[in-house]
């Protein structure tokens, strides 16, 4: 199952400069489990204490994994995944 | 060295003393590896406050998929403060992710919605680290 990943330029020091990779998973907790096989030290990027990061937006076919189950949310073959940083402060 | 046009100039701080009290924020687009800001992008901040700012998550996939295909990049980003100095706050610092970016502070607070003085200061944030770097506005961008 081949899932297209696309990898904001923070996050592309883990990916060899790739901006944009292929993953699988039938979940998002899944999907970043395989990322994190290929490219050791994004979960963490993406991941605290089990929740997706309260500053990281991941969109699954430009809805954000937020509305559709978070970490939880299911995938399929062909769907698109960005990766986006929140743009925030003080 | 930021190098940017008055025009540019002009609609950010006219946006940040528009949603004075609360903080504004936007991008200005560029060609990428130009470090030309060139398409100035206001954005609505989603959090709607004096004291925080968010690009609205919608917003910003779309503004990533049209730098995307225009094969730019967010050459600035600016955000205002209402209340205090053009200096990054430490929640800024936190959260810059972009360190390739001109980070742009402008401070309300003299000002409010009227005319009056901004500070408009610009600064790298890379790795938790901000270094200020001059501004220099000019009629337009060298070609």
């Known amino acids: 199952m081949a899932i297209e990943v696309r990898i904001p330029t923070i996050l592309r020091s883990y990916t060899g400069g790739e901006k944009s990779v292929e993953a699988s998973g039938a979940t998002l907790t899944a999907l970043i489990d395989d990322l994190e096989a290929n490219h050791p030290g994004i979960r963490e990027r993406l991941i605290d204490q089990g929740e997706l990061r309260r500053f990281v937006n991941v969109y699954v076919n430009d809805e954000d994994v937020r509305f559709i189950g978070g970490l939880d949310a299911s995938l399929s073959d062909g769907d698109q995944l960005v990766i986006l940083p929140a743009v925030a402060g003080g | ?143």
């Open chain 2, 1 to 143: 060295m930021l190098t940017i046009d008055q025009e540019t100039y002009d609609a950010i701080v006219a946006h940040a003393k528009r949603d004075h009290p609360d903080e504004a924020c936007g991008v200005v687009a560029g060609p990428a590896g130009s470090d030309r800001p060139e398409r100035f992008v206001a954005m609505v901040n989603a959090a709607g406050s004096p004291t925080f700012y968010e690009f609205d998550s919608t917003e910003l996939l779309a503004l990533y998929k049209e730098m995307d295909e225009r094969d730019e990049e967010p050459v600035v980003i600016y955000h205002s403060h209402t209340a205090t100095e053009a200096y990054p706050s430490r929640t800024d610092t936190d959260l810059a992710m972009e360190p390739g970016a001109h980070y742009v502070l402008v401070s309300t607070r003299e000002s409010g919605n009227n005319e009056g003085p901004v500070e408009f200061r610009s600064y790298r944030i890379s790795d938790g680290v901000v270094t200020e770097e001059d501004v220099t506005v000019v009629d337009r961008l060298p070609d």
